[in-house]
């Protein structure tokens, strides 16, 4: 009955019959999925894209890249880096690989405030809502990714959906037997290899599966002295159930990293680079130094009886190492339990293990009242007391330099179930839960360091033991982060199928329990841990009567979150669109145990949530060779926390930069006038007003007025492919526009001089790309050899950088823009 009734609405019934038939899954979990699928299919309009871009024709603002535009991509590059090429969304990558992170904002909301989801589950840490954009799928097995550039699914599991959101599905296994190898080398010694097998339908229900691996390694981009290694494994089973569209799947997804951090704070480039007032002293703009080899060191050994100081080496930002080990297990399913009711579920299991490295100085002796254990405070001073000999000259009175990562080990559990009802043929509703649980354990173990500065074991699993024995731990927490959350929402078609209504309502219930088992000792969340020893923590203690000892907090956040919006259809190729929602996101965890300085009961102990009003108005066009769409957008945020993280001592700072307004404009052109060419341009203008001035512990910072930092003033880009017979050409351009340093929007000023200016300059990226297919030969498809070249004019520029918040007298840190990199491939298949 829907069938024939989206048959009798189109012009064309054989052209919207295969419009049906092809619409791919442009939501996050299958429920989202399945409700948007009808929608979207009512309009008639066609959502088969044009040069691998989809605008799909609903009230939200959402855009859609496709494996045509991710294939032509470097092989292994992050999908957060791909989606640079959706106006509104800027990621600086740390390398041209996709290994080694990066920086990611989408209308300027930080990836913080970026809801990921793969398969529908979520992506972002349970603690502090980060994303990892190296950890994400390889992108061979990516079938698509989409980005709202405003809102969220309301069946969404997610404590961090104050901005946008970023979805990517993974494609289902062939109905034939195939396989395929990819092997890629370029610059910096990188090399990586793919391979993935297709077990096509097994037997006559249609079971079917693949399996695939990755292995990529390379040299550090700057330092000279780092390497990184990445392994990926993933498979997934998919069975039919019927002939409906029902089905059950079960994928499983492992990453492995080993990574240095490189591309530090200039300031720390070399010894020989000091603040001053010369452009060499700046964020990087010349090439003068940014290719200097980090000299490599020896820990010198302990002199017996004398008290020898701590070893700078293994301090340098080169030679820490960033590992994790991520893991998930994903079901989708749909089940058809009658004409008009439709069950989705879909549960999840994750795992990651992971910390930043770092280092501290420990003493051999003990803490001032005579024990051993953690007392932050400068990092040029010691942290850890130990109470034993640490580097084996036979007495306790040295300072030595040990490894301090900051480990986080994380099991996740989550479910999405939701029941549609179809009423007719042009009303439905959804009704949802979603459950999420993570365990966040955080530790901050000491571990000794190798003679050549490295770490003798990435996660520190062979911890130093005090004399008291206790492990020496810089930070001691055990977090649960729970979310127990119902959702709504109807979709209708009007006036002749050309009016299309959707409105929704969140009702997240957040519960946060936290313990910290150390002392916070003010209000920037510094600890002094004794790690169970409890004639320690009595007398730090009584000698420090402020101090807040270990505890227990509890915390929860409800919010209703309402959504809505609406799609006209003024011809068959062009509609108008409007959507509202409102976004939360709760404190992150590191904000909530530095509340902890603070009495229970207390305005400061327990931090407010942000909270958007996001609204979006825009047109859409769509035709078999044009997909364009223009929209505006005004965003309301209010308890805007800015924050400040200090890489040396481990510790963020927050402030409260009360209400800030977000407006701005996003469009984006695709025409393919002849099947040989084709062109994609798109751009965003971004304008964001703080509306008061911020109080800190040194006075009042002056943010009224002014511009959040780390977004850019606007993007703009195009891409042009074109293919005569087997050669197939592509070349895309983004220019970045200018971003402020800190939100008060001023110079940085030390000692009296201005080290940099209010913002980074605007830059320009140019990559090329090239294949050529050798199906000709009778190789098949999927077997063709590729280059490509990526920052083609080799073009100097600020990557992402830590905004200071409010400061105006501190550097921020700040990756140096990956240099032109050319990478070549080959790929065979059948």
């Known amino acids: 009955m829907k069938f024939q009734s989206i048959l009798s609405t189109a012009t064309s019934t054989l052209a919207v019959g295969a419009a049906f038939l092809a619409v791919p899954a442009f939501a996050q979990s299958t429920g989202a999925v399945d409700f948007e699928e009808g929608a979207i299919v009512v309009t008639g309009q066609t959502q088969n894209g044009v040069a691998g871009v989809k605008l799909p024709n609903t009230s939200k603002a959402k855009q859609v890249l496709t494996q045509e535009i991710i294939s032509s991509q470097a ?18 990558n740390n390398d041209p690989f996709g290994s080694a992170g990066g920086t990611l904002t989408i209308r300027g909301f930080d990836d913080g405030r970026i809801s990921q989801t793969f398969d529908g589950i979520p992506l972002n840490d349970t603690g502090g809502y980060s994303l990892y954009s190296n950890q994400q799928l390889d992108p061979e097995l990516i079938e698509q990714v989409n980005v709202n550039l405003g809102t969220t699914d309301v069946d969404s599991p997610t404590a961090a959906a104050t901005g946008s959101t970023v979805n990517y599905r993974t494609r289902n296994p062939s109905d034939e037997f195939g396989a395929r190898f990819l092997a890629s080398a370029g610059d910096f010694s990188f090399f990586r290899v793919f391979g993935e097998v297709d077990t096509g339908e097994l037997n006559s229900t249609g079971t079917k599966a693949f399996f695939a691996a990755s292995k990529a390694t390379n040299n550090t981009v700057y330092g000279g002295i780092g390497e990184i290694d990445k392994m990926q494994l993933n498979a997934k089973i998919y069975q039919p159930l019927g002939d409906n569209g029902d089905f059950i799947s079960i994928a499983g997804h492992w990453n492995r990293n080993r990574n240095n951090f490189f591309g530090s704070a200039p300031l720390r480039l070399d010894a020989d680079r000091t603040a001053g007032t010369g452009s060499g002293n700046r964020f990087p703009i010349t090439k003068d130094e940014r290719f200097n080899e980090i000299a490599r060191c020896t820990i010198p050994a302990g002199i017996t009886g004398t008290a020898d100081a701590a070893s700078s080496c293994g301090s340098d930002y080169e030679y820490r190492f960033n590992p994790s080990n991520t893991g998930n297990i994903r079901i989708n399913s749909k089940f058809t339990l009658s004409e008009k009711l439709t069950l989705t579920v879909d549960p999840s299991i994750q795992y990651t293990k992971a910390n930043g490295g770092g280092t501290s100085i420990a003493s051999e002796g003990l803490s001032p009242l005579g024990y051993s254990g953690f007392i932050q405070g400068s990092s040029s001073a010691p942290q850890y007391f130990a109470g034993i000999d640490l580097n084996g000259d036979g007495d306790t009175l040295d300072r ?89 929402e109807y979709s209708g078609d009007f006036a002749n199928d050309k009016l299309h209504l959707n409105v929704g309502l969140r009702m997240p219930f957040f519960r946060r329990n936290l313990t910290n088992n150390c002392s916070t000792f003010n209000a920037n969340g510094n600890l002094a841990c004794f790690n169970g020893n409890e004639a320690g923590q009595l007398a730090y203690a009584t000698a420090n009567p402020t ?56 305005d400061s102990a327990k931090p407010d949530p942000e909270t958007t009003d996001n609204f979006d108005l825009g047109v859409r066009y769509s035709s078999g060779i044009i997909q364009a769409s223009v929209s505006a957008w005004y965003t309301i945020y209010n308890n805007r926390l800015a924050s400040a993280y200090d890489r040396e001592l481990d510790f963020t700072v927050y402030r409260n930069l009360g209400r800030v307004d977000k407006y701005g404009i996003d469009g984006s052109f695709a025409v393919k006038p002849i099947p040989e060419f084709s062109l994609y341009l798109f751009g965003s203008y971004l304008k964001s007003e703080i509306k008061d001035n911020v109080d800190t512990a040194t006075g009042p910072a002056l943010t009224a007025g002014k511009r959040e930092a780390g977004a850019p003033v606007y993007t703009f880009g195009a891409r042009a492919d074109g293919n005569v017979g087997p050669v197939m050409l592509g070349a895309q351009v983004k220019r970045t526009g200018p971003r402020y340093v800190n939100d008060q929007n001023l110079p940085i000023v030390i000692s009296g001089s201005q080290v ?64 032109r990199t050319f990478i070549g491939s080959v790929s065979f298949g059948f």
């Open 756 to 819: 940099y200016g209010a913002k980074t300059p605007a830059y320009t990226l140019v990559d090329l790309d090239a294949k050529v297919k050798l199906d000709f030969l009778g190789l098949g498809d999927k077997t063709f050899l590729q280059l490509n070249v990526l920052n083609v004019f080799d073009k100097l520029y600020v990557g992402g950088f830590d905004g200071t918040a409010t400061s105006t007298s501190t550097v921020p840190f700040a990756q140096i823009g990956s240099p």
């Open 75 to 92: 092989p292994g590059q992050s999908v957060n880096d791909i989606i640079n090429l959706v106006p509104g969304v800027s990621f600086q």
């Open 547 to 602: 101090v807040q000892g270990p505890q227990n907090r509890v915390f929860n956040y409800n919010r209703a979150l309402p959504s809505a919006g609406l799609v006209f259809d003024v011809t068959d190729n062009v509609s108008v669109f409007g959507n509202y929602s409102k976004g939360l996101q709760v404190p992150g965890t590191d904000n909530l145990y530095q509340s902890f300085f603070y009495a229970p009961g207390t």
């Open 400 to 488: 030595v330099r040990v490894l301090s990562p900051s480990n986080t080990q994380t099991w996740r559990i989550g479910v999405i179930a939701s029941l549609r009802y179809d009423f007719n043929d042009y009303n439905r509703i959804r009704v949802a839960y979603s459950y999420d649980r993570g365990r966040h354990r955080q530790t901050g173990e000491a571990s000794l360091l190798l003679a050549n500065g490295f770490a003798s074991d990435v996660f520190s699993d062979n911890a130093i033991i005090g004399v008291d024995g206790n492990t020496l731990q810089k930070r001691d927490r055990l977090s649960y982060a729970i979310l127990h959350q119902v959702s709504g």
